[in-house]
């Protein structure tokens, strides 16, 4: 037994056949012609807009071979995600040539446990000694997100500085300029 759905497809799929076969065989071949010339435009594509933040953080540190482990954490204010909390337990800098990479989480203060909004974002850049502690700064690339940040992508560039408290402690604060799609 066909259902109603099956004989509705049968009269579109019929209807078009008929009328496609109604079109001058040089209108067809100017659409096929329009249609690979036209750049093709995502139904839902993402947008580029601008992104900032900037942070307040504390960190820690620790000498592993010719590298210094840092875990930075501070609160702070980021564009779209409101009040926002930045984290890493990943950055190193090489204490031969001053380079660093981390890959911070920022996570937006409202989220609860159902939807927790975050970005991701890699970071790669250059610090400098000055007394009592560093200036660095770099570019960053978001490489992910969760909640409204699902598929987020993004660049730009990150600058800061952080002051030695202990010899292995301090505090400090960064920026972030660019942009962000989502």
């Known amino acids: 037994m066909k259902s109603h759905a099956y004989d509705i497809m049968n009269i579109l799929t019929n209807f078009m056949s008929k009328s ?43 000498v592993e071979g010719d590298f210094l482990h840092v875990t930075v954490t501070g609160p702070g204010q980021a564009t779209y995600l409101g009040k926002t909390t930045a984290f890493t337990d990943s950055q190193f800098v090489s ?39 560093v200036t660095f700064s770099g570019s960053y690339t978001i490489v992910g997100g969760t909640g409204r940040f699902a598929g987020a992508t993004g660049s730009g560039f990150l600058a800061g500085g952080a002051l030695f408290l202990t010899p292995t402690d301090g505090i400090g604060a960064f920026a972030i300029a660019g942009t962000i799609s989502r």
Do not use: W
């Open 95 to 133: 204490l031969i040539d001053g380079s660093i990479t981390a890959t911070y989480r920022l996570t937006a203060a409202g989220s609860d446990a159902l939807t927790i909004d975050t970005l991701t974002i890699d970071f790669v850049g250059q610090g400098a000694n000055v007394d009592g502690g």
């Open 20 to 62: 496609l076969r109604r079109l001058p065989p040089s209108a067809l071949l100017c659409l096929a012609v329009l249609l690979s010339v036209l750049p093709l435009q995502p139904v839902c594509g993402q947008s580029e807009n601008p992104f900032h933040a900037n942070f307040i953080t504390k960190f820690t540190s620790a």
